[in-house]
């Protein structure tokens, strides 16, 4: 369990299949406007749903990734006070971009003078989002991005019938995205005279899950903290597995939330994000946290780990 009432999330920004920023994404994707593409599956001859970032012009699956890493970190720098800079950066990228790779694209771009250090992890959603947090131990303030490209893996998910289709409703619909936010801890907010856009309230991660209660486990810990768990957002698929552990844990205490059954869910939007899609979970919720008394996230990931987050204005 990681409980820092004292880090905030001074901003936060993504990109996204439906637009290079996070209001627009999230106007398009509601407003269903061409959210998805098809690609034919080679293997049964049918096409099916993915989410590609149109306005990205590059081609090869790491080219891709540097574009978008490059949107998100000018929009995050852009936005920082200048007594904040430089900032260390901690990166989740997928496992196809080695450390070798990334410091080549790093040590010649412009945001060497803006990062005063870089940690690049290729860790899941829930781990990374532990990690991030852990770092809070060590810094006043930190620059965390996850970006992750499952499009590019495209046809591995066909090979293994994996692919959302309408005889397969618990397949995936690959996509690709990034998410940031910039942490920073009360006393820097104090000093630098900084508004906050919400705090991080409370963390809480299940590695053990194979039962599928796991949020149930995490659920019950929280309510005896609070009996206003608020809004959820979650970045649940639509696989059994996470459909179970998520009704497990609002069906026994659904009066601790508001409209239990109307979940925001950022894979229904944008498509599955994978490493990408808890941080990408954590700034839509931190966007809209303004209409609540508080929200609460539910995380998943592909392995066997689940976890709830918790975001509060006060």
Same mark, same amino acid.
């Given at each position: 369990?990681?409980?820092?009432?004292?880090?905030?999330?001074?901003?936060?920004? /993504?990109?996204?299949?439906?637009? @290079? &920023?996070?209001?627009?994404?999230?106007?398009?994707?509601?407003? =269903?406007?061409?959210?998805?593409?098809? #690609? $034919?599956?080679?293997? =049964?001859?049918? !096409?099916?749903?993915?989410?590609? @970032?149109?306005?990205?012009?590059?081609? $090869?699956?790491?080219?891709?990734?540097? +574009?978008?890493?490059?949107?998100?970190? &000018? +929009?995050?720098?852009?936005?920082?006070?200048?007594?904040? $800079? %430089?900032?260390?950066?901690?990166?989740?990228? %997928?496992?196809?971009?080695?450390?070798? @790779?990334?410091?080549?694209?790093?040590?010649?771009?412009?945001?060497?003078?803006?990062?005063?250090?870089?940690?690049?992890?290729? $860790? *899941?959603?829930?781990?990374?989002?532990?990690?991030?947090?852990?770092?809070?131990?060590?810094?006043?303030?930190?620059?965390?991005?996850?970006?992750?490209?499952?499009?590019?893996?495209?046809?591995?998910?066909?090979?293994? #019938?994996?692919?959302?289709?309408?005889?397969? %409703?618990?397949?995936?619909?690959?996509?690709?995205?990034?998410?940031?936010?910039?942490?920073? #801890?009360? *006393?820097?907010?104090?000093?630098?005279?900084?508004?906050?856009?919400? #705090?991080?309230?409370?963390?809480?991660?299940?590695? =053990? *899950?194979? =039962?599928?209660?796991?949020?149930?486990?995490?659920?019950?810990?929280?309510? *005896?903290?609070?009996?206003?768990?608020?809004?959820?957002?979650?970045?649940?698929?639509?696989?059994?597995?996470?459909?179970?552990?998520?009704?497990?844990?609002?069906?026994?205490?659904?009066?601790?939330?508001?409209?239990?059954?109307?979940?925001?869910?950022?894979?229904?939007?944008?498509?599955?994000?994978?490493?990408?899609?808890?941080?990408?979970?954590?700034?839509? /919720? &931190?966007?809209?946290?303004?209409?609540?008394? +508080?929200?609460?996230?539910?995380?998943? !990931?592909?392995?066997?780990?689940? /976890?709830?987050?918790?975001?509060?204005?006060?």
């Amino acid at each position: 369990m990681t409980d820092r009432k004292d880090i905030f999330i001074l901003n936060s920004d /993504a990109v996204l299949p439906t637009g @290079m &920023n996070l209001p627009l994404a999230v106007a398009l994707a509601r407003a =269903d406007l061409g959210r998805f593409d098809t #690609k $034919k599956d080679e293997y =049964d001859g049918v !096409n099916k749903t993915i989410g590609h @970032m149109d306005f990205i012009q590059e081609s $090869k699956p790491s080219e891709r990734v540097f +574009s978008v890493l490059e949107l998100l970190l &000018n +929009s995050l720098l852009n936005k920082l006070h200048r007594s904040l $800079k %430089p900032l260390p950066l901690l990166l989740s990228l %997928p496992h196809s971009i080695s450390k070798e @790779m990334f410091d080549s694209w790093f040590d010649s771009s412009p945001y060497t003078v803006f990062i005063s250090r870089v940690s690049l992890h290729h $860790k *899941n959603g829930c781990e990374f989002i532990e990690t991030m947090l852990g770092e809070m131990k060590h810094c006043d303030a930190i620059i965390s991005i996850s970006l992750d490209n499952p499009a590019a893996d495209f046809d591995y998910y066909a090979e293994n #019938k994996a692919l959302f289709s309408s005889t397969y %409703p618990w397949g995936v619909i690959p996509s690709e995205g990034a998410a940031g936010v910039v942490l920073v #801890k009360a *006393n820097l907010l104090s000093t630098l005279k900084l508004t906050a856009e919400s #705090k991080i309230v409370d963390y809480r991660v299940d590695y =053990d *899950n194979k =039962d599928r209660r796991g949020c149930s486990r995490l659920v019950k810990a929280c309510s *005896n903290k609070t009996n206003n768990l608020g809004k959820i957002y979650s970045d649940m698929t639509s696989s059994r597995s996470h459909s179970e552990n998520y009704g497990f844990a609002v069906g026994a205490r659904s009066e601790y939330f508001i409209e239990p059954d109307n979940i925001t869910q950022v894979n229904e939007l944008w498509g599955y994000l994978r490493n990408a899609s808890a941080l990408v979970c954590l700034t839509l /919720a &931190n966007r809209e946290i303004s209409t609540e008394l +508080s929200t609460t996230l539910f995380l998943f !990931n592909h392995e066997e780990e689940c /976890a709830i987050l918790r975001l509060s204005l006060e």
